[in-house]
């Protein structure tokens, strides 16, 4: 069965960086590219960016672009994903979700992460 | 940028009740809408694809319908596991963006 497991919780101070995890399993990664999406605490859902886990091209959200870096590892099927410069409202859960094209090549986002809170505090 | 708007932001219903959550896109979005199903501290989970697609191993009392900008999101009749909150999500373009959600809850 498809699995996204993440890493463990993290606490950063402002101005760190933090690097969160997404071991997949279940599938050929390098089939699927895999998005990243954060929540703060009792918000809505936000998408950060997508890597293509097949050749490694990516699409950042602009409002986060040159603070974030996604990456993956082939032989490992994991995908990474590196946020820089925090800052306290970068406080949020983290999610990586797998794309899937649908009817019509439609994407979606079937199988998500466990989630990673990330806490950013002095 | 796309703007996804849901309505209502809340909900309370009872079990057994039939209810309609309506997403609306700022722009034609063609069949690029997806509804997600969140419970609290767990990941969203995949409901419809494409508008109207029934993801794998959803129950068939979850039903979306609509194209271009107006959609909907139906439960033909409400079970208890069903109060959660509920994001409609556009795929037309990056960025993705999500509506800010539907928390459905118990009268």
């Known amino acids: 069965q498809v699995q996204l497991v993440q890493s463990g919780a993290e606490v950063k101070k402002p101005g760190a960086s933090v690097k969160v995890s997404c071991k997949a399993s279940g599938y050929t990664f390098t089939s699927y590219g895999i998005s990243w999406v954060r929540q703060a605490p009792g918000q809505g859902l936000e998408w950060m960016g997508w890597i293509s886990a097949y050749n490694g091209n990516t699409n950042y959200a602009q409002k986060l672009q040159g603070r974030v870096t996604m990456t993956t590892d082939t032989s490992t099927s994991t995908a990474y994903m590196e946020l820089r410069s925090l800052r306290s409202d970068d406080t949020a859960v983290y999610y990586c979700a797998r794309e899937s094209i649908a009817v019509a090549g439609i994407p979606n986002f079937d199988y998500w992460g466990q989630g990673t809170l990330v806490t950013v505090s002095s | 940028d796309i703007q996804m708007t849901q309505s209502p932001s809340s909900l309370s219903a009872s079990v057994g009740d039939r209810v309609t959550i309506t997403c609306r896109a700022s722009?034609?979005?063609?069949?690029?809408l997806n509804w997600y199903q969140q419970k609290p501290g767990k990941a969203p989970k995949l409901l419809i694809y494409a508008a109207s697609s029934l993801q794998s191993g959803v129950p068939s009392r979850f039903s979306g319908s609509g194209s271009g900008t107006d959609f909907t999101l139906t439960i033909s009749s409400l079970q208890p596991e069903d109060f959660a909150t509920y994001y409609c999500q556009q795929s037309y373009s990056t960025p993705v963006s999500f509506g800010q959600g539907t928390k459905l809850e118990i009268k």
């Open positions: 722009q034609s979005i063609s069949s690029y």
